[in-house]
């Protein structure tokens, strides 16, 4: 007995230390992944917030009051908002714009197009971020040469193009094998700014006052309108606090707060910190603090640190936003577009040729219109501070219909937060004639894009729905024996179609012109559910027309991979019998023809039709066997 026992309380040791291992592991890969953005903001953020207050000389007390501003702005926002309670606003462990909005669907009623509205918004606020990141990061990194010797400046594009065309060029290979090194370097860099801050706090002890929110608080009451704008600065300091939320269901809640909690927070505090007081004791460090803190032997592998810091946010920026564009794909609000997978373990690790080339055209596009990092700062804060307040906005529609939050409570929660994001979303609005105007092109363009995709979808669907024939009287005038009834041949059929109520076109083509129909014929729709994954017992539903007809439906989580043929092959091992190799899938293929009459506006209409032109190949996206795929295409005035 006792020796049972024993075995017992070694088995319960041995997996209480795998999973303190894999919370580990877990909370390691995040800080590389989730913090990356958010870790490279000391680089510029205090610079430039010290700038609009630097013409008229800066006392003690705005430096404290400056410091205090972005403590305070780290705890309310990310410690609060973000780590706190947005992180537990998961759909089936995901979380995200778009995955909050495929939860609110759920529930939405007469608010579906409001808050359609606001995940397409928060969504292409995203994407314009995932352009300005990697150029502003590099930019700034690389800047750090320049104070190694002057000589370089002339180099300092150069170099980072070189970064970012690299950076971009490897995407398709897979980021696996970088990713192993990705938190050991980011853990090292932050250690390396809760260091250095350390050494410079005890250069005016002072700055430890910045603790006390009357400091912050007493600094934009005195400062008065500069005070505004100097906050489009300071809000440097929580970008990439979306990534947090973006990137809940790569980590899971409890590592992303472990991590922020035991090392990021921390060090992030401590650098700002160390920036203060260095600056109190050496102002004219204001032109670059982060880099002049380091003695000048550790200069150049600050730089070499920070560029590889740097280089691993974009990565997780780049990432994010492949995942966005899928689950924009999957919930019909793009078309779709060729998806490459770069793991065969995991499926998360994707790569969209694409995306990944609009990214790059848009980085190197910034880099070469901005050509610093003082002039790009600018331009960056107001995709960020759009997207947070969107998000606050849909997050109050969570709580109140999944948590069950009264409205004063969620009131007395949220709109404090709202109404300081508002704030921080006005100065930055601010900075729109100085460059500002860039991210709300992109998201403009972004969200014109997929409303576009998703209005005109919705319309062809109600234009060829009138046209269609039910499938159950189709199917009752076929099985008809009579002189007239189509030639039977072996095999099986599978028809993919939106609409399982309605003859799919491509089987009244193949009737109309070869007059032949299959021994059995499958009526095949994919459905994408408001959730990320479905398990392999929902997968299928399967219904019985007749002895030929079959009317099956596949169902797919928006995260996942939509896979016919494997899901098929489920089909079959629940007792469907059919053979691949004698089976022929159809698929109908439209010529989209521009209407005068379009509900669209013409510009749209054209839009629309150039996007679908553009859409992937259903053949592949579906990953369908491409030697069994037959095409049948009809013209349809839209």
Same mark, same amino acid.
């Given at each position: 007995?006792?020796?049972?026992f ?8 041995n997996s209480?230390?795998?999973s ?11 800080v590389?992944?989730?913090?990356g953005?958010i ?8 610079r430039? !917030?010290l700038?609009p ?14 410091i ?5 702005a ?15 606003a998961?759909?089936?462990?995901e ?5 909050l ?6 529930? &939405?009623g007469?608010r579906r197009a ?10 292409a606020l995203f ?36 970064i ?21 370097i ?8 809760g260091?250095?801050?350390?050494m410079?706090?005890s250069?005016?002890f ?14 934009l009451l005195?400062?008065?309108?500069l005070?505004?704008?100097v906050l ?11 990534a ?7 980590f899971g809640?409890r ?5 922020w ?30 880099y002049?803190?380091?003695p ?5 592998? !600050?730089?070499?640190?920070a ?8 990565q &997780?920026?780049?990432?994010g ?5 899928r689950?924009a ?19 998360g690790?994707i ?6 080339t609009?990214l790059l055209?848009?980085?190197i596009?910034l880099?070469?219109?901005f050509q ?7 331009a ?15 997050f109050f ?12 409570? !969620?009131?007395?929660?949220l709109?404090p ?8 979303l ?16 992109f998201?403009?363009v ?10 005109g979808s919705?319309?062809?669907f ?20 009579s ?6 041949i072996?095999?099986t059929?599978i ?11 491509a089987l009244?083509h ?6 032949v ?10 459905r ?10 929902e ?15 596949l169902?797919?989580g928006?995260?996942e991979t ?11 091992? !629940? ?6 190799m ?9 010529k ?11 510009w749209q ?16 996206y579906?990953?369908l066997?491409a030697?069994?795929?037959?095409e049948?295409?009809s013209?349809?005035?839209?």
């Open positions: 007995m006792s020796h049972g024993g075995s017992e309380v070694n088995d319960s040791q209480e230390t795998k303190a291992e894999g919370l580990l592991a877990a909370t390691l890969g995040s590389g992944v989730v913090y953005d870790g490279t903001s000391p680089l510029y953020a205090f430039e !917030a700038k207050i630097a013409e008229d000389g800066v006392t003690r007390i705005e430096i404290i009051g400056l205090s501003l972005m403590i305070w780290l705890t309310i926002i990310v410690t609060f908002k973000y780590v706190t309670l947005l992180l537990r998961d759909n089936d462990g979380g995200g714009t778009l995955s909005l495929a939860m609110l669907m759920k529930t &939405a007469s409001t808050l359609i509205f606001l995940g397409l918004v928060g969504a994407l314009g971020d995932a352009m300005i990141t990697p150029a502003l990061s590099v930019l700034s990194a690389v800047e750090g040469l320049k104070l190694v010797t002057p000589a370089m400046d002339e180099f300092v594009i150069p170099i980072s193009v070189a970012l065309v690299g950076l971009f060029a490897i995407q398709s290979h897979g980021t696996s094998t970088v990713a192993k090194f990705f938190g050991p980011t853990v090292l860099w932050f250690l390396v700014m260091g250095v801050g350390v410079h706090i250069d005016d002072g700055i430890l006052a910045a603790f006390n929110p009357l400091y912050a608080a007493e600094f005195r400062e008065g309108f005070g505004v704008v489009g600065a300071v809000f440097l300091t929580v970008t990439g606090a979306e947090l939320y973006a990137d809940l269901g790569h809640r590592p992303i707060q472990l991590a909690f035991l090392l990021v927070f921390p060090a992030l505090t401590l650098n700002y910190l160390g920036q203060g007081a260095f600056v109190l004791k050496t102002p004219e460090a204001m032109s670059n603090p982060f002049l803190m380091f000048q032997w550790a200069l150049l592998p !600050a730089v070499i640190l560029t590889a810091a740097t280089i691993i946010a974009s &997780a920026v780049i990432t936003a492949f995942s966005l564009v689950q794909i999957n919930l019909g609000y793009l078309p779709r577009m060729e998806i490459l997978f770069t793991s065969e373990t995991n499926t690790q790569y969209l040729p694409s995306v990944n609009i055209l848009g980085v596009a880099v070469f219109s610093s990092s003082d002039a790009l700062a600018t960056y804060g107001i995709s960020v501070t759009g997207a947070m307040v969107v998000t606050s906005l849909m529609e969570f709580v109140r219909s999944r948590w069950n939050w009264s409205l004063w409570l !969620a009131l007395a929660v709109l937060l709202f109404l300081l994001e508002m704030v921080f006005g100065a930055n609005l601010l900075k729109v004639h100085d460059g500002g105007y860039v991210p709300v092109m998201a403009i972004f969200t014109i894009i997929m409303w576009t995709w998703q209005r919705k319309i062809l109600a234009k060829t729905r009138r046209t269609d024939v039910p499938l159950k009287l189709f199917v009752a005038s076929v099985e008809k024996e002189a007239h009834a189509p030639l039977r072996p095999g059929a028809f993919l179609t939106g609409d399982p109520e309605t003859a799919p076109a009244l193949n009737l109309k012109h070869n007059h129909l299959h021994e059995k014929n499958v009526i095949l729709t994919i994408t559910e408001d959730q990320p994954r479905v398990s392999q017992v997968r299928f539903t399967m219904r019985r027309l007749s002895d030929r007809f079959i009317v099956v439906e169902h797919f928006f995260m939509q896979n016919v043929t494997q899901a098929l092959a489920y089909l079959r091992r !629940a007792g469907f019998k059919f053979d691949i004698s089976t022929s899938f159809y698929l109908g293929r439209r989209l023809v521009p209407d005068k009459n379009s509900e669209m506006p013409t209409n054209r839009l629309f039709i150039g996007l679908a032109e553009t859409a992937a190949d259903p053949s592949d579906f990953r066997p030697n069994r795929v037959v049948l295409g013209h349809v005035v839209i």
